[in-house]
Each structure stands twice: as C-alpha cells, then as structure tokens.
C-alpha cells in the first residue's frame, strides 16, 4: 500500500497566491522527494530533502520536513499559471531496497490567472 | 541525451491479446522501475531492477513480466491482457545515492 498521504487532493489557488501541500508517511525514511506531473506527462523531480534536514529551498520552492511527525510540506510561493500540475510526495525508505521510492497520491494544483 | 523513453506511446488491446512495452535509458542507471498510474490511484510499483540481470517484484506484479535485457533496457510484457490493466505505465530510471529517479513520458493502454 501507498505510504504516502498529501493533503489537499486538490487546490485551486489565483495566480500570485502562495501554494502548500502537504505529505504524511509512515516508516523511517533516508530521504523525501516531491515530484511535478504535468497533464499527460512523466513526473518530473523538483526537490530532494534528506532525513537530517528540516528545510530547503529551490528558487520559489520551500519544502518542510518534520520526521518526528513523519510530515512534509511543499510551498510554491506567486505561484504562476504554468504552476498547474500535480504534486507528489515520495519517500525513500531507511532501508535501501533496489533504490525503491514510494509515492503519495498527488496533490491536483490549479493556478487561475 | 534522449533520458528515458518508452514505446508505444498509445496502445489498445483486445482482452487475451499480448504486448511489450519497451524502455530505455541513456543516463548509466543501474536501477530501472515500471509504475502504473491509474485515477485516484497515485504511481504503483509493478516490478524494478535493481542493477542489469536482477528483477523484483512491486506492489502489483500479477498479471505482468518483466525482462532487464541489458544495463539500458527494461521491458514489460503483459501475456493475456485484461480490462483491468486498462492504466498509464511509466518507466524510470535512477537509484543512485538519492535515489531521485527519471520517468518516460509513458504508453497510455486501454484493454477492451
């Protein structure tokens, strides 16, 4: 089963607005990653976040990690029309099984202009 | 630099028929993965090779094979296809150190 949970499923935001999703998981991670699916596409990897770490940045991208409550957030701020996609979450487990990553269900971001 | 690509881009089957979906990537990857993604559903793991001459089983392996054929190719072979495999499937490749992986652009398959 999918160790991933985000929250929201969906949101529908205004162009300019700020964007937070947020991501729940279960077991002891190496790592936490959150990936960007625009409509008909492959994910694309947007941000890495290691287990000792509790924020990081990447141009309008902040990503949270708070591992003592197995949780993760993802913040676009003056989020941008071209900002529609789908978010997810994946997490790398502590225990390295052939690199295997697993993926929350996807946060559905609409940006209105 | 292609990254990874998957063919077909588009199939549809008849139920009972058989197919391959082939992969490949150009970035020296050792690991490779096949999800599918269906509605609602996020990205499951059908099976991954950890490095060229092994595979494993994923989340949701029935129903599929799979066959690393060299270090740059990983394909997935559906023998009786069935309504239920009616999904998007998604190659990738990475496991390195991060384990930050790379997705195709995916085969969009409807079994009727």
């Known amino acids: 089963s999918q160790q991933g949970e985000e929250d929201p499923q969906a949101l529908s935001i205004q162009e300019g607005e700020n964007a937070t999703m947020n991501c729940s998981y279960k077991?002891?991670?190496?790592?936490l990653q959150w990936y960007r699916q625009n409509s008909g596409r492959g994910l694309v990897h947007l941000i890495l976040i290691r287990s000792n770490e509790r924020e990081k940045h990447s141009g309008r991208l902040r990503v949270t990690l708070d591992t003592s409550k197995k949780s993760s957030s993802l913040l676009i701020t003056a989020s941008r029309a071209a900002d529609t996609a789908s978010y997810f979450c994946a997490t790398a487990p502590y225990y390295n099984q052939g690199g295997k990553l697993i993926f929350g269900q996807g946060t559905e971001l609409s940006v209105k202009p | 630099n292609a990254g990874v690509t998957q063919t077909p881009k588009f199939q549809v089957l008849k139920t009972g028929q058989s197919m391959t979906l082939q992969c490949a990537q150009d970035?020296?990857?050792?690991?490779m993965y096949w999800y599918r993604q269906d509605p609602g559903m996020g990205l499951r793991l059908i099976y991954y090779?950890?490095?060229?001459?092994?595979?494993d089983k994923g989340e949701v392996p029935n129903g599929y094979n799979v066959s690393r054929l060299n270090k740059r190719e990983f394909s997935l072979r559906l023998e009786s296809a069935a309504p239920s495999q009616t999904s998007v499937y998604f190659c990738a490749s990475g496991g390195g150190q991060t384990r930050e992986q790379y997705f195709g652009p995916g085969t969009r398959l409807t079994v009727t």
């Open positions: 970035m020296n990857h050792n690991s």
């Open positions: 077991t002891s991670i190496n790592n």
């Open positions: 090779s950890a490095s060229e001459g092994t595979t």
